[in-house]
């Protein structure tokens, strides 16, 4: 079983939809959670970090579910520019940034 | 602020020959990573640094990669002798520092490589 699995897609969807991403973990030892945004032959950006209880930023909701192991993030109201492939990243230290895990991402392609 | 710099951002080379990449983290930032991200797949963690020091190097296939940070800011990564499978982008990062909660990790542009 891979460490990190996302459905690659991609993802077609009509601007102003909502879209969601789920993404499973492996490694029930994980301790931090993050989304991050690659534009095409761009280098990976922290989206945002995902909370036990939940976080939301601006149109952007992510959730964590350790008892199933997955991570999720929501975008209402999509726009053009959040065409990106989004990566779902974990550690396995509390340390944050320490042994970062990254899935293969997934591809959102938002059309007018 | 500057962010990571990386050189060259991009490289062909035949195979089984030599190649070197270099970073340079953003000013204060004691971890250092070096990614590859081969095309279609996310960025595997290739070897961490704490300052100069090596914290996980477990993904390093160190019969053909090595890496250094002498003195705890900039780094190369080297490949030798390269093989057609190491084509992919090789990314570095860097964040202050471990042991902080949900710390980001900032990603330089890359080094593209070709292997032919």
């Known amino acids: 079983r891979k460490e990190v699995e996302q459905d690659p897609g991609p993802f077609n969807v009509p601007e102003g939809a909502t879209v969601a991403f789920n993404c499973t973990y492996s490694?029930?030892?994980?301790?931090?959670f993050f989304w991050y945004r690659q534009d095409c032959r761009k280098e990976p950006k922290l989206l945002m970090s995902?909370?036990?209880s939940g976080n939301e930023d601006g149109r952007f909701t992510a959730q964590l579910n350790r008892a199933s192991q997955y991570i999720s993030l929501l975008i209402r109201d999509s726009k053009l520019s959040d065409s990106a492939t989004y990566l779902c990243?974990?550690?396995?230290?509390?340390?944050?940034?320490?042994?970062?895990?990254f899935g293969k991402g997934t591809h959102l392609i938002i059309q007018p | 602020e500057a962010g990571v710099a990386q050189s060259p951002r991009y490289k062909i080379i035949e195979k089984r020959q030599s190649v070197a990449f270099w970073c340079n983290p953003i000013?204060?930032?004691?971890?250092l990573y070096w990614y590859q991200q081969i095309l279609g797949q996310g960025p595997k963690l290739l070897i961490q640094?704490?300052?100069?020091?090596?914290?996980?190097d477990s993904q390093l296939p160190k019969d053909r990669f090595s890496a250094e940070r002498l003195k705890g800011v900039d780094s190369t990564l080297k490949i030798q002798p390269a093989k057609l499978e190491d084509s992919a982008v090789y990314l570095c990062?860097?964040?202050?520092?471990?042991?902080?909660?949900?710390?980001?990790?900032?990603f330089g542009q890359g080094t593209r490589l070709t292997v032919v």
């Open positions: 990062a860097s964040t202050l520092a471990r042991g902080f909660m949900n710390t980001e990790a900032f």
């Open positions: 490694n029930s030892a994980s301790q931090s």
């Open positions: 995902v909370y036990s």
């Open positions: 990243v974990v550690s396995p230290s509390g340390g944050g940034a320490d042994g970062l895990t």
């Open positions: 000013s204060g930032h004691a971890t």
């Open positions: 640094f704490q300052n100069n020091g090596v914290v996980d």
